[in-house]
T-cell receptor
């Protein structure tokens, strides 16, 4: 049962344009969401997060939007840069005793110069 | 800040031997550490959660006798793959949280190849 889904395995955008990465979840108990960036053979790097009490969080070129009714979140990268090319994972947690994260399957973003 | 290291970064071992992977939080104390496994082009699969001084909590389907986890201090957790087999070959990643935080900080990962 995949509780966090990223339906687009890959995305290609031109440098300078907007990249939009999508994530859907099924567990209504999730109350905190995170986006991680990962290069091959490296550990994920934290990018940005959002609490379920908000619908938007912005940090520089990165903005995360949360639509709780649709159980959907998205990561916007503007403007996209070639260095943004990586696999992006969304993750969710319901807090609980361990704060464990449930990861999506990832989206490979390729930013073309 | 919030740097997590792993050692070794890659290891090749023969089938039947055991391999130990270390995970260290370098600049913070980690009350909780997590161990993940990632197969090529797949998501990170949580294997177990460990808290300092207590037994690890394993996810369903993960053999606790095969994947031994020890969280001996607030800055060190180890994963030992016992009697390794080729199907254990994978990318193992640890993460740590500095207290009651949702944000996990990941190590660079360890590539294990069992021949």
């Amino acid at each position: 049962d995949q509780q966090v889904k990223q339906n687009s395995p890959s995305l290609s955008v031109q440098e300078g344009r907007i990249s939009i990465l999508n994530c859907d979840y099924t567990n209504s108990m999730f109350d905190y969401f995170l986006w991680y960036k990962k290069y091959p053979a490296e550990g994920p790097t934290f990018l940005i997060s959002i609490s379920s009490i908000k619908d938007k969080n912005e940090d520089g070129r990165f903005t995360v939007f949360l639509n709780k009714s649709a159980k959907h979140l998205s990561l916007h990268i503007v403007p996209s840069q070639p260095g943004d090319s990586a696999v992006y994972f969304c993750a969710a947690t319901d807090g609980g005793a361990t704060n464990k994260l449930i990861f999506g399957t990832g989206t490979l973003l390729a930013v073309q110069p | 800040g919030a740097v997590v290291s792993q050692h070794p970064s890659w290891v090749i071992c023969k089938s039947g031997t055991s391999v130990k992977i270390e995970c260290r939080s370098l600049d913070f104390q980690a009350t909780t550490m997590f161990w993940y496994r990632q197969f090529p082009k797949q998501s990170l699969m949580l294997m177990a959660t460990s808290n300092e001084g207590s037994k690890a909590t394993y996810e369903q389907g993960v053999e606790k006798d095969k994947f031994l986890i020890n969280h001996a201090s607030l800055t060190l957790s180890t994963l030992t793959v016992t009697s390794a087999h080729p199907e254990d070959s994978s990318f193992y990643i640890c993460s740590a949280t500095p207290g009651p935080s949702y944000e996990q900080y990941f190590g660079p990962g360890t590539r294990l190849t069992v021949t």
